[in-house]
């Protein structure tokens, strides 16, 4: 657990030793099915996370929880309270749970979430909980990742499934509503048709996988099961129709051209702080565009 | 007007011809001031940049605003409707106004906004003036764009300044606190004074700029000019202490590496569409970093 602990801080810390280990891990690599959970904070999703891993170790399963909190990328503080209440994995070895942070720029968060699955895939975890903490895009980035998205909604929602985030809706493979004992309910999961039946069906290829409304009731670890029956439904889904292959392929060249891009970005930096010249030629006399490209085609330079 | 408005679009759709006109227009360029305005939904920004609008009008200054849209990347649609309230100004060749939508990966909308602006302050548009629309990272984007980032806030912003979400106190180099003919705007300012007190100093300068706060009225037009005032000082400030200098030579260097990222993600992504093999060799023997590297040494490759 503790060599694992220090891999994932490896990863995002950019760490060059980070590269070597995926390296080394190459041969043990296999791939750990991702759910997604995502949704606005007072929804409960943690606890909802936290009834699907009690779930998932009755069944004797390995699980690890990994929680982004894309944050303010100028404090480097967590906001993430919450953990506490996963407390009660924590003497637990076969549950691991991992808050990670937007440390670095943007698109850093994403890179070092698909490593640190791939580690935890190399120890043994599967399914790995991918959990959204507060806004911003990684709500709708965990679903670049995650080979099954579920969007949490709850009936105490300010104004109901209108408040739901722009894109949300695209990115469901499964809607949970959640605090299911609370009044209003029933209300949401028809807003959530109605809202469903206007999205075009290209977009959302309804006409294969209709997100299915599991209601649940987290707190009283009520609807888990059928929660999971659904996530699993949706597994099977995207392997007998090819889908999930397609995309697994498309979230592999999507990682090599964001690790191309975090190569590029971090070259120029130090091309642009070594050389004083180069800031002020660019000052002078070129485009961005101009010097970006010569410090690319002299890759990977001094 | 015209001329621009699709010059913008070209920047936005991320066209080669935008790389030509950034070479054409290099002669051209200066440098307009860019202030930036954010805050949550409801706080009247909209309002408030009109009401900026019009006061730089009556100075008889080209002003631009461009609103900026993190929302989804999957969409595509804009969720833009206010932009309505701005038609007073629509037969005014003097303002400029657009909308400008993330519909590229992440860091595509930061890259368009830059040149975006390059392109007004190339059309004589000065102060050129950033709102961002909704929530999402473009709120803490805006501070590394823009000279003076203004956070607006309200007294009926649900917990108070509570509400204000991570990292914004950090970027704010003047607050507003708008709808100052509602209850609780005292409040508002004392409790700002008081966050303001708990922030490191090192990491907001206090001890060389401390963020004024300005009352503001935007739907009476009140207090815009001393908003003004205040964007003015800051601007005094950033020029007299060097550090105005020190921050544009920085956002260029940053440009430089988010143009190179881009190049580079679209080369990688090209290599990987076009290469079958790649992909291939990706999933049966390689990592991410292997592959990604072997694209940037054959930079630019075919």
């Avoid at 390995?62 to 407390?87: K, Y």
């Avoid at 599967?126 to 709850?154: F, H, K, R, Y």
């Avoid at 949970?176 to 999205?199: C, I, P």
């Amino acid at each position: 657990m503790r060599a694992l602990a220090r891999a994932i801080t490896l990863v995002e810390r950019r760490d060059p030793e980070a590269r070597r280990l995926q390296e080394e891990l190459r041969d043990r690599a296999h791939d750990s099915y991702v759910v997604g959970f995502t949704g606005a904070p007072g929804t409960g999703k943690s606890t909802l996370v936290d009834a699907v891993v009690a779930f998932l170790r009755k069944q004797d399963r390995s699980v690890a929880v990994i929680a982004t909190d894309p944050n303010s990328p100028f404090t480097g503080g967590a906001i993430l309270g919450d953990r506490i209440r996963m407390q009660r994995h924590a003497l637990d070895a076969k549950v691991f749970i991992r808050s990670m942070g937007a440390r670095g720029h943007l698109g850093g968060l994403s890179l070092a979430t698909r490593e640190a699955i791939r580690l935890l895939a190399a120890f043994g975890f599967d399914p790995v909980i991918l959990e959204t903490v507060g806004v911003g895009q990684s709500e709708l980035e965990v679903a670049t990742i995650a080979n099954t998205t579920v969007v949490v909604l709850t009936p105490n929602l300010g104004d109901g499934v209108q408040m739901i985030k722009a894109g949300i809706l695209e990115i469901a493979d499964v809607f949970v509503v959640n605090k299911a004992d609370l009044e209003g309910h029933e209300r949401v999961a028809t807003e959530l048709r109605a809202m469903m039946s206007m999205v075009p069906k290209s977009s959302r290829e309804e006409a294969v996988w209709k997100p299915p409304i599991v209601a649940t009731s987290a707190a009283k670890q009520q609807g888990i099961d059928k929660l999971w029956d659904a996530i699993q439904a949706h597994r099977k889904h995207l392997e007998e129709s090819g889908r999930g292959e397609a995309l697994a392929e498309q979230r592999l060249r999507d990682e090599v051209a964001e690790v191309a891009a975090g190569m590029a970005r971090d070259r120029a930096q130090q091309a642009l702080s070594q050389d004083g010249d180069l800031a002020e030629r660019l000052a002078r006399d070129g485009t961005p565009y101009e010097v970006a490209e010569e410090i690319l085609k002299g890759y990977p330079g001094t």
